[in-house]
């Protein structure tokens, strides 16, 4: 019994000897090996710089690029896609979406298309009613609204939030309050105001506020003129430079 108790004993011993003699080998080859060479890579100089920060603004799809008249303002987060086309004097502004991928997009003489609307057409309508989407002049459409496949006739104001379904049909001086759903096919008469979802009559409008609808339009296309000079080649914006300069006190 002490002579296996000691052979026992003898074993653990040597093993753990075996173990501590690994180990200060191991922690020698460690400290002794070569340190890893650290890799550069440098670009070469003539390789083009993309900045795939920013979002296209214009996106051809195609044969068809979208088409913006001269003097009308784009924001520099519009999206415009395909069948586009935007008239003389009209604005697109911030995060709205112009997708004509599928079919034609057009907007009008002096109308607008305000904060993060989306409009867009299908293929085709089941009403058997144009496809494309047709914003026509004097138009104001509110923010936040979605257009699909539908017809704007001239002087009109579609408020915040709504939804104007395939083939609908806004005739001239037609107010849709804010919110307001149009179903498929469905026409809003000329000289009435409607809302709600769905859409329905609420009453017809009166001379002085069918004369306020082109108005509403004008005034936003001069707002956009102050904006759209901050986007020329040489914008305004030394001014105010000079200003923040002079009150410093530094001399211009």
Not at 20 to 36: C, G, L, Q, S
Not at 43 to 64: A, E, N
Not at 232 to 238: G, K
Request: charged share 20%; with cysteine.
């Amino acid at each position: 019994m002490a002579t296996s108790i000691a052979r026992f004993s003898r074993r653990g011993v040597a093993s753990n000897l075996i173990r501590r003699y690994f180990a200060a080998e191991a922690a020698v080859a460690v400290k002794t090996e070569a340190p890893k060479p650290q890799l550069t890579v440098s670009p070469s100089p003539d390789r083009v710089k993309w900045d795939y920060r920013g979002q296209r603004q214009i996106i051809p799809l195609g044969q068809w690029l979208p088409k913006v008249a001269v003097d009308a303002y784009v924001a520099p987060n519009v999206v415009l896609a395909g069948q586009v086309t935007v008239w003389d004097g009209s604005s697109v502004w911030n995060g709205a979406v112009l997708r004509g991928d599928l079919n034609k997009i057009t907007l009008g003489f002096c109308s607008n298309v305000q904060e993060r609307c989306v409009v867009h057409a299908a293929w085709s309508s089941p009403t058997g009613l144009p496809a494309e989407t047709l914003i026509d002049r004097y138009v104001t459409v509110g923010a936040y609204s979605l257009l699909r496949s539908c017809t704007i006739e001239p002087e009109c104001i579609i408020g915040q939030h709504s939804i104007l379904m395939e083939g609908s049909l806004v005739e001239t001086r037609s107010i849709l309050e804010a919110g307001s759903v149009v179903p498929p096919g469905r026409r809003i008469p000329s000289g009435e105001l409607w809302g709600g979802n769905p859409a329905r009559f609420i009453r017809t409008l009166t001379n002085e506020e069918t004369l306020e609808i082109p108005k509403l339009a004008v005034a936003i296309n001069h707002l956009s003129g102050d904006y759209f000079s901050e986007f020329l080649p040489y914008s305004t914006v030394y001014l105010e430079v000079e200003k923040f300069k002079k009150s410093l006190g530094i001399s211009v």
